[in-house]
């Protein structure tokens, strides 16, 4: 084993050239200026892949790192590395520091720490390595070196039962590998010896590296190279740094649809869906009466979704690819999103529909090379039509939808027995979110606020003004309101607030909330005017209106942008002025339109009370970035109209 | 009949938790502490808890989770299962015990050693009552007394919650629960001796912000079997600067070989420990009540907050510095504890005959009303209180071409200067050719910052300077307008800020003159807004001279608050010419 680490040390030695070059990638950390203002510099970065021909392989990671600062000391004084034991084995090979003077110490690398890692939600027993390589002084370098094996990766012993590190598409590889860093990178090398049999596709995204294929004894070395990598400059609300940052992606299966008639047969083989007795009575409970496919639909994936809690245990072998079956999940009443779609699947069979499970990555794109950029589970249900929908109980507890459109603009790949290609969810209409509130205000003379407003809404925006009622504790429902209106100013006095009968009741209909309130000194006053903003564009639920806290002093964007959701947000007020007061400005009316957003909106004064209309709607959740523009002068145009208004005598 | 009988009743009470608006209600906690005779003890906590809502079953009560060190301690679980609303029992399956990493034992070696044992209910649905009963228990010797300091109020009400400790005769039990008034049960039987406590139907805690056991919003256990809080913090002290390594010497001569004055150094040494050793979020009781040697800090970069402490007390003593350390309780003075009822150890040192009193966490001084610090080496105790907060504040302010030129002048009570040689930029905010001068329990800072002026539909309102400081900060314009317990501030307030403004011949002012004067049970407010000639002259003043406000008082203080962040009083509206 041991004459195996060497031989693959060598190899990647050569291929690097990190023994000879440690000293001058050392130098360009002093002849480049850009890196003096940095706590670390990450002076090498390797990982070298050996594949087997079942598809686990052997990590090998060589990292150097030059602290510059104490703070880049503090940062660095314990290495630590996640790894999953049900399917990977990982230790410290060696770890060494460089003293500025050259001297350098060998530290003992049994003395790594191996352990459990700190978890909440998910019980699956990850692990994580640690070497404590203690205080460390500006000038030193830490190496070390890292062995792992797994699905991915292949411990170089040959005597060990390496069953569990098998990926469980045998035979397959895939790789995800980010290039970017949060701090400056000498050198980034990513490389992968594959045995002669296999064929890897692979794809390096959103910039450039330097890249090789060389045969060796009749294995194909792939080697990806990047120099002089920076922090990612971020753009505020940017989206993931998967679809914006360098990256590589690899995998040797050939399509989508293989990856899709896997993932149906290692359920299916489990035996995951199976149904069960007081399943079957409970669904039958639930779709009494129920006449249409969708009601039946929906009614199961509602109950799933808030009885079946988020809260992962595992199942041991088979656990992170492997739905835990019916009984597991009927009995637990809880599991990660994999078994909650896999309760609806269930569910859904029991009430004799076709439907299986779909894998998904929520927060950035999944590419077209078919490795497996997944995050989360989903379930799709076959319609009498024959087409399938998506359906997800994990984001849709106390909301009335049944695929949450916060997740609209995402890939997902059902694993279904004709096999499928990647699919994406579409847009939402912004009206299927609409936030509406209608106020009626009357201004008194000495800048007191009388008035009422009226706020409702629907699917997202729904849940959002929904979750005091469906996540708080009820002793404090009343307090989140009156902070509502505190945060429009601290003198604000709720007077009385109305959220129906049982607001929790999602399945009611749209959330409708009418607050009656007096907000004495909320205008300035003057000698003979006064200065005020309209209540209902002045911090009002501010915090389902995500937009009006994006930063639009940004003029151009170079990545893509989020939002929560694609909305409309209809706004009405009228306040009725003191007597002998008028509106100072002239009729303000403002109307942007564009692909991405639209805006229109207008105040005048109409007899003696201002009126306010305004009318935004955002189309996306998941904009490019020359959506900039039109989203952009929608929300301005949005603010602008919340600018203070000046009425006189 | 009986059993229809007994049915109804349990009925009706369930439905009277479900009115009254709970998530969720503990039919039953037990708590039992037991000193053996061999040293070792035995720690069992039982409950019955039935879950009413989503948001209990969800986010709240899903999961159980128990800290404990496996090399001295180990878990039996007695029992644990889930009865389902509809009587149906669920145990808890053997992959719902998950033991991983105490999260605030991450990134800290010496500690790796330490488990959380995760229970994962499963069976959860409405109605649902999770039953789990388990004990601890630890080895001789690890654990040196009782030592108990629980808070008692859960998020949910409790109908029947029982406390016992148990030890031998012979050894001293000293046991109280803070805010009630329930005195223990005593008992002796066969060589033991039992305080036991039963309290029925204890309402859940509080979520108004700043309830403590200091506020009496919080019901409070403290026992103890050592003798005095004397002798515990006795364990403490033989563990500070044990090892005399010289490393810690050399450190701190090194920290403050190019500082020349006490202050400059203790500034040195403060700011090492705060910003150059990590802190590990352990509390002593869950390291056994351990402090490593200083000289581990050093060669490891991070510790307990004990640990820093310790290191602290460790450096300024070996900088010369007359330093002592004390242990600060948030609880009456008049309570013996053991050390689970310390908050933290703090460091006191003296310098320009003005003390300070430092906390290894942060450059910002320790003050709470109403708590108090016990000498460690001396027994000594004292309350801790910085006294008034005080802001004294004067702008000359003139707008001219569009711009406000704001010259200031602002002294700050010590409890807002942070002890660091940065003290000018924090209280200026940056600000340019600024100077600060600090004389006995003040800092006074003078500098000069600029705004634009904003022009709207030919007017220009002027928001009056502020500070960074002050009772503005503290958030409480953002309370609800009611409390049901007290709130107890930092220290009682005193704010004064007064404005000389000028304006160019382009502005007219159109702000009144008026004066606002609110004097009520709590404080006093002042503002008025003068014109003198060619200048406006503001006077804004607060002084809230009650340290805790009851709920009878609440209002008045809102009264003052509001009022004191109100936009008429803090702005200038001119008319442009």
């Excluded at chain 2, 942060?362 to 709470?368: D, E, F, K």
């Excluded at chain 2, 009650?546 to 509206?573: E, G």
Aim: aromatic share 10%; net charge negative; hydrophobic share 35%.
């Amino acid at each position: 084993m041991k004459k195996a680490i060497v031989s693959t040390l060598l190899l990647f030695i050569c291929f690097t050239g990190i023994g000879q070059n440690l000293s001058k990638l050392l130098q360009q950390t002093v002849d480049c200026k850009a890196y003096e203002k940095h706590d670390y510099v990450i002076l090498y970065d390797s990982t070298h892949v050996q594949v087997k021909p079942t598809g686990s392989g052997s990590f090998y990671i060589l990292k150097s790192i030059k602290i510059q600062t104490p703070k880049g000391a503090l940062a660095n004084r314990v290495i630590t590395y996640d790894y999953d034991p049900l399917t990977a084995f990982a230790r410290f090979q060696s770890v060494q520091i460089q003293k500025a003077d050259g001297d350098i110490i060998r530290l003992d690398e049994s003395k790594g720490l191996d352990y459990a890692t700190p978890a909440r939600m998910i019980y699956w027993g990850a692990r994580q390595i640690m070497f404590d390589v203690g205080r460390l002084e500006p000038g030193d370098i830490i190496t070390y070196e890292i062995d792992k094996k797994g699905f991915t990766y292949a411990l170089l012993n040959d005597t060990d039962d390496d069953s569990r590190f098998i990926p469980p598409m045998q035979g397959q590889f895939y790789d995800i590998v980010p290039f970017w860093s949060s701090a400056p990178t000498v050198r980034k090398v990513h490389s992968v010896t594959m045995p002669p049999q296999k064929e890897l596709q692979f794809q390096f995204y959103q910039g450039e590296c330097s890249s090789s294929l060389r045969f060796d004894n009749g294995n194909k070395i792939y080697t990806f190279a990047k120099d002089d990598i920076m922090p990612f400059k971020r753009e505020s609300n940017m989206v993931d740094l998967f679809d914006a940052a360098p990256k590589l992606m690899m995998s040797t299966t050939p399509n989508w649809e293989e990856k899709s008639l896997w993932f149906h047969k290692v359920n299916e083989d489990y035996g995951s869906f199976a149904p069960l007795d007081e399943a079957q009575k409970k669904v039958d409970e639930l779709i009494k009466g129920k006449k249409t496919e969708m009601e039946k639909i929906a009614v199961l994936t509602h109950w799933v979704a808030d009885n079946i809690r988020y809260s992962g245990i595992s199942m041991g072998k088979g656990e992170g690819y492997t739905l835990h079956n019916t009984k597991m999940n009927y009995t637990d009443r809880c599991g990660v999103c994999k078994d909650i779609a896999g309760m609806l699947v269930s569910f859904l069979r029991m009430a004799g529909f076709e439907a299986y499970p779909a894998m998904t990555m929520a927060g950035s794109r999944i590419e077209k090379i078919p490795a497996d950029h997944f995050n989360h589970c989903v379930t799709v249900v076959k319609l009498s039509d024959g087409t399938y929908i998506p359906l997800d109980p994990t984001w849709v507890p106390f909301t009335r939808e049944l695929w949450s459109s916060a997740e609209q603009q995402q890939n997902y790949l059902p694993g279904i027995p004709e096999g499928s290609d990647l699919l994406e969810t579409p847009l939402s209409p912004a009206d299927d979110h609409y936030i509406r509130i209608k106020a009626s205000n009357r201004l008194e003379a000495n800048g007191t606020l009388k008035g009422r407003f009226t706020i409702s809404a629907e699917g997202q925006s729904d849940r959002r003004i929904r979750n005091i009622f469906t996540l708080g504790f009820q002793s404090e429902w009343k307090k989140h309101l009156e902070s509502q209106l505190l945060n429009v100013s601290p003198n604000a006095r709720l007077v009385s607030v109305d959220y129906g009968k049982d607001p929790k009741n999602y399945q009611a209909g749209p959330i409708q909330i009418t607050f009656n309130y007096i907000i004495p000194n909320y205008a300035i006053v003057g000698k003979d005017e006064m200065l005020l903003k309209p209540l209902t564009m002045n911090n009002l639920y501010s915090q389902i209106r995500s937009y009006l806290n994006m930063d639009t002093s940004l003029e151009k964007r170079a990545y893509g942008f989020k939002d929560a959701c694609s909305r409309a947000v209809t706004i009405d007020e009228e306040i009725v002025l003191p007597a002998g007061y008028h509106l100072l400005s002239e009729e303000i009316e403002l109307e942007q339109d564009s692909e991405a957003a639209q805006f229109t909106g207008h105040i005048c004064q109409t007899d003696n009370r201002i009126v306010l209309h305004h009318e935004l709607r955002l189309n996306k959740r998941v904009y490019e970035a020359e959506d900039w523009e039109g989203f952009r002068d929608a929300v301005n145009a949005s603010k602008e109209l919340g600018e203070p208004l000046i009425i006189q005598k | 009949m009986r059993h229809i009988y007994i049915a109804f009743i349990g009925l009706l009470l369930t439905w009277t938790a479900v009115a009254k608006g709970y998530e969720a209600e503990f039919k039953q906690i037990t708590k039992s502490w037991t000193l053996h005779a061999d040293g070792g003890q035995e720690y069992r906590h039982s409950k019955e808890l039935t879950i009413y809502t989503h948001t209990a079953m969800n986010s709240t009560y899903g999961e159980s989770f128990i800290t404990y060190n496996p090399n001295h301690q180990k878990i039996v679980i007695h029992s644990a299962y889930t009865k389902q609303k509809d009587g149906n029992i669920i145990q808890t399956p053997e992959n719902a015990f998950v033991e991983v990493l105490p999260r605030n034992a991450a990134k800290a070696p010496d500690y790796n050693h330490l488990k959380e044992l995760v229970i994962v209910h499963t069976g959860l649905d409405l109605g649902s009552t999770i039953y789990l009963d388990y004990s601890i228990i630890t080895e001789p010797g690890y654990l040196k007394e009782i030592d108990i300091c629980q808070s008692l109020n859960e998020l949910s009400p409790v109908k029947d919650y029982r406390l016992r400790i148990s030890l031998p005769e012979g050894k001293p039990l000293e046991s109280q629960i803070i805010n009630s008034s329930l005195k223990p049960k005593t008992s002796t039987s066969q060589g033991i001796k039992t305080h036991s406590y039963q309290l029925n139907n204890l309402a859940p805690r509080s979520f108004e912000p700043g309830t403590t056991v200091l506020s009496g919003g919080v019901q409070q256990l403290i026992a103890t079997s050592y003798k005095s809080t004397s002798d515990a913090l006795a364990t403490l002290e033989s563990q500070f600067g044990r090892t005399r390594d010289l490393r810690v010497n050399q450190l701190a001569n090194q920290l403050t070989a190019t500082h020349d004055t006490n202050r400059e150094k203790a500034y040195a040494l403060l700011d090492y420990v705060v910003n150059q050793v990590e802190t590990t979020p352990l509390t002593l009781e869950d390291v056994g009540f351990r402090i490593r040697p200083e000289v581990s800090l050093i060669t490891n970069g991070y510790g307990t907050e004990a640990e820093k402490a310790a290191l602290l007390y460790g450096l300024l003593k070996a900088g010369g510095l007359d330093a002592e350390i004390w242990a600060y309780y948030l609880k009456p003075i008049s309570v013996q504890s053991g050390l689970t009822a310390i908050d933290k150890l703090i460091v006191a040192i003296s310098l320009d005959g003005e003390e300070y009193l430092l906390s290894p966490t942060s450059l910002m001084p320790v003050h709470y009303t109403g708590a108090y610090a016990l000498n460690m080496q001396d027994g000594e105790t004292k309350q801790i209180s910085t006294g008034l907060s005080r802001i004294a504040y004067s702008a000359d302010i003139k707008l001219t071409e569009g711009k406000a030129n704001e010259q200031i002048k602002a002294s700050f009570s010590s409890g807002f200067i942070p002890f660091s040689a940065n003290v000018l930029s924090v209280l200026t905010g940056g600000a340019k050719e600024a100077t600060s001068k600090q004389e006995k329990g003040q800092t006074t800072v003078d500098y000069s910052q600029g705004s634009t002026l904003q022009s709207n539909d030919g007017y220009t309102l002027y928001r009056l300077p502020d500070t960074s400081l002050g009772i503005t900060q503290q958030g409480y314009q953002k309370y609800n307008s009611t409390r049901q317990g007290n709130l107890v501030l930092s220290a009682p307030i005193s704010e004064q800020y007064s404005y000389s403004v000028k304006w160019d011949d382009n502005l007219e002012l159109r702000t009144a003159d008026f004066t606002k004067e609110i004097k009520n049970k709590v404080g006093v407010l002042l503002v008025s807004f003068h014109t003198e000639g060619d200048k406006i002259i503001i006077q804004r003043s607060i002084e809230i001279n009650q340290p805790i406000i009851t709920p009878t008082m609440y209002a008045d203080f809102k009264q003052l608050i509001t009022a004191w962040v109100s936009d008429q009083n803090k702005h200038l509206l001119f008319k442009e010419k």
